[in-house]
Each structure stands twice: as structure tokens, then as C-alpha cells.
């Protein structure tokens, strides 16, 4: 069933900033290339319909493991299984470092009145103490660590 | 960090080291996602900035290959065709088929 079939249901409702996406184009190009518009929408379009993509996996993902909401664990599986196994590793890496930014923060904002520098260089050893973490997890294969039946058609 | 592969010589100093704040925005991602389906669960605050990431690699390895094809059409414009062939070509995109070939 594709979602996108249903009458009344316009994809065209949310989309991605052009001024980000023109930003994140523009810098993989060098400084001389020029993209014309029509590309520039299309290659945005392509991206609302990669989150469609990933979303309707990760949702299945979801709901193979029986939880309820969509966590980070089942977009990363979502990427695997679709062929994007290459941005695991950079994604999870953002998602950590978005995870020690906002413990800085909360730290900074708390108890930690003189140490700002101890809390970076604190920060920087927990880092690497969850990549090492993160590395081992996803080695292990841990993403959906309980099997939870015997359905046959998990995924290819 | 991401090996860019044959192309890498062209590109000099694009993505590396820019993992910092995620610039799309996370509340737009969020309702993409709820639209693409009937039935989608409750979303995780953290989900949408893995999204954010994947994205910029999604974008950023559908430009590197369409530049590819204006490279080899010696042109310095990257146009609409060069999408659909990046497209046509690579077979994790698939799922565009269709969005490039309705244009």
C-alpha cells in the first residue's frame, strides 16, 4: 500500500527549507558550479521522499519489536535495511554528539559553576567511552537484540 | 568518516568535520514523517536529528553523483537531467524512479 496513493493526502504540504538545502548542495559543489532551479527542487524533493522512505521503515521496524514509539535504534536499522548501511556510522556519530551537547548543557547550566573546562574535557573522555560503547553495540549486532518471533518474512 | 570514493580528488574539504548543529529543521522533519503514513507510531524526540543527518547524507551523495554527470557532460551547470540520471543509475535510489521520471 503506498501512502502517497491516498486522494486528499498532499505531499506537497511539508517540505524542507530551500535556503538549507541550497546551503548543504552549494557546499559539496565547487565554488563555480551553478544549479539550476529546477535541479535544485528536485533534489529536495527527492530528500521529503527519503524521510517518507525511511519513516515507512522505520515505522515497520517499530512495530517488528513491538514498542511504540519510533526510536533512534529503528531509523538506524530502517537505513540498513534499505541500503544505507554507509550513514550508519556518521549518523550515529551526530546522534552522540548531539546526546554529550546536551548533557554540556544541562551540566553547564547546573551544578558545575567553576568547571567548564573540566566539563569539556570530561565530555570529550565520555565521548569516546560511548563511541567505544556505540562501536561494540553495533559489532555485536545489537540493534534488534531480542529475536521476537518466528515471522518469516523479517526482512531479505 | 565517509570515504567519497572516486570522486574524492574533485571535492576538496567538503564534509569533513561539519557534524556539528543540524541544520535541518527538526519540527519540519517531524511532520514529513507523520505524513508518510496512516498508522505512524509516536516519534522519539531523538529521531528526527538521526533524520537530520541521514538526510545531509542523502542529499549530499545524490549531488556528488549528479555533479558526476555534468562533469562528464563538461558542463558547470548541474541541471534536472543529471539528478535523473544520478538516479537512474544508483540502485539505492530506486525509490525515485518514479518522482524523476514524472517531471
Known amino acids: 500500500m503506498e501512502p502517497m ?3 486528499g493526502k498532499s505531499k506537497e504540504d511539508a517540505s524542507l527549507p530551500k535556503a538549507t538545502m541550497t546551503k548543504i548542495i552549494k557546499e559539496m559543489l565547487p565554488p563555480d558550479v551553478r544549479v539550476a532551479r529546477d535541479a535544485q527542487d528536485l533534489l529536495i524533493e527527492c530528500c521529503v521522499e527519503f524521510i517518507n522512505l525511511i ?10 519489536v513491538e514498542k511504540r514509539t519510533i526510536a533512534p535504534e529503528h531509523v538506524l536499522k530502517a537505513l540498513e535495511v534499505l541500503g544505507f548501511g554507509e550513514y550508519i556510522e556518521e549518523v550515529y ?3 552522540e554528539q548531539h546526546k554529550i551537547e546536551t548533557m554540556q548543557d544541562s551540566l553547564k547550566g547546573g551544578k558545575w559553576s567553576n568547571g567548564a573546562e573540566m566539563t569539556e574535557e570530561e565530555a570529550v573522555a565520555e565521548q569516546q567511552r560511548m563511541f567505544a560503547e556505540a562501536r561494540a553495540r553495533m559489532n555485536g549486532g545489537a540493534v534488534a537484540p531480542k529475536q521476537p518471533d518466528a ?3 523479517l526482512e531479505s | 568518516m565517509r570515504q567519497a570514493g572516486a570522486y574524492s580528488g574533485i571535492l576538496c574539504g567538503g564534509i569533513s568535520g561539519r557534524t556539528g548543529p543540524h541544520l535541518l529543521p527538526l519540527a519540519r522533519i517531524k511532520k514529513i514523517m507523520k505524513k508518510s503514513g496512516d498508522d505512524v507510531k509516536m516519534i522519539s524526540g531523538e529521531a528526527p536529528i538521526v533524520f537530520s543527518k541521514a538526510c545531509e547524507l ?12 555534468t562533469m562528464q557532460g563538461k558542463r558547470r551547470t548541474l541541471n534536472k537531467e543529471d539528478v535523473t540520471s544520478a538516479v537512474l ?11 524523476v521520471s514524472e517531471t
Open chain 1, 151 to 153: 515471522e518469516p518474512s
Open chain 1, 5 to 7: 496513493d491516498i486522494v
Open chain 2, 58 to 69: 542523502f542529499i549530499e551523495e545524490l549531488t556528488q553523483r549528479s555533479w558526476l554527470v
Open chain 1, 55 to 64: 519513516s515507512s521503515e522505520s515505522n515497520e521496524v517499530c512495530n517488528r
Open chain 2, 89 to 99: 543509475a544508483t540502485d539505492i535510489f530506486d525509490f525515485l524512479v518514479n518522482l
Open chain 1, 93 to 95: 556519530a551526530a546522534y
